[in-house]
């Protein structure tokens, strides 16, 4: 739509062509093996980022695809058997090449736009571990994610930041939870759990890093968030009723899933459910001759 609301029409048709490949290794049994994948990949542009939202994202209808190159090589151990437990860790390394990646960049005021930048590389790894006691009485999991994402292109709108991070996208992000199970409290067929976890994202800028003054340059901080929860169920005839109580950041801190869109502050939920299992019984009847 351009001033005077005339509309101008703007048509593109592309073919592309993508494909790829994985092969993994058993080591030990099947309970430790090692994985390496490659594909080339093509990302067209998703409406928000053609269009914008109509308030505070700006259109652009020229967006380009993503074209990338990625590979993944890592080892994964899942030991399901033991007096120790079920036990399972993996770790991933990561290497992506990408051509025309599409980025959301501060523009004039307090708008915001998506561009393309010519080239990108991100490199990275993803650690993760998960333990299960005997009896499945307590689990625990954790996993870590590292993505040195920065721009590659040497000419071009975006030449001058060659070497820095691609703004706007966490480097650093971790998660764990674990949870406890006790069954047979009270009375038979009921069951209590509790748990929590806890979601840590780095701070990180919204534009590029090496342009202005790194001690007054917009950020998004580093947001720390803790959550938990308590749940209890029981069962008589056909019947299970569960009752669930949690307790959603419970820190009460400013959290973001992507930026500009924040999450609620400390929230409380209850959740009441009833299950109702009908077993049937046919009766015998005599099989037809013939």
């Known amino acids: 739509v351009l001033l005077g609301n005339v509309f101008r029409r703007f048509d593109r048709q592309d073919h592309y062509v993508g494909g790829g490949n994985a092969l993994r290794a058993f080591l030990a049994g099947e309970w430790f093996w090692a994985k390496t994948s490659y594909e080339y990949a093509i990302r067209l542009p998703e409406a928000l980022e053609v269009f914008g939202d109509g308030l505070f994202i700006q259109p652009n209808a020229r967006l380009l695809p993503e ?27 990561f290497l992506r090449q990408v051509e025309n990646q599409i980025v959301l960049l501060p523009t004039a005021g307090d708008f915001l736009g998506h561009e393309n930048v010519s080239q990108a590389r991100s490199q990275g790894v993803e650690v993760s571990l998960a333990w299960t006691s005997p009896g499945d009485w307590v689990s625990v999991l954790g996993n870590l994610t590292y993505v040195d994402l920065r721009n590659r292109s040497s000419e071009g709108d975006f030449g001058s930041f060659q070497g820095d991070r691609i703004p706007g996208r966490p480097f650093l992000t971790a998660n764990g939870n674990a949870s406890f199970v006790a069954s047979n409290i009270v009375r038979l067929r009921d069951e209590l759990r509790l748990g929590g976890d806890v979601r840590f994202v780095e701070s990180f800028f919204r534009g590029w890093e090496s342009q202005g003054d790194l001690d007054f340059k917009a950020r998004v901080r580093r947001q720390a968030a803790l959550s938990t929860f308590v749940s209890y169920g029981f069962g008589f005839g056909y019947w299970r009723l569960t009752a669930t109580f949690e307790i959603t950041n419970l820190n009460n801190t400013e959290l973001f899933d992507f930026f500009g869109v924040q999450n609620p502050p400390r929230s409380y939920f209850l959740k009441v459910t009833g299950e109702y299992r009908a077993v049937a019984h046919a009766a015998a009847r005599p099989v037809p001759a013939g």
């Not at 190159?69 to 770790?91: M, T």
């Open 67 to 93: 074209r990338s190159h990625n590979a993944n090589v890592g080892l994964q151990i899942d030991h399901q058997e033991g007096g120790a437990g079920r036990f399972r860790a993996n770790v991933f390394f």
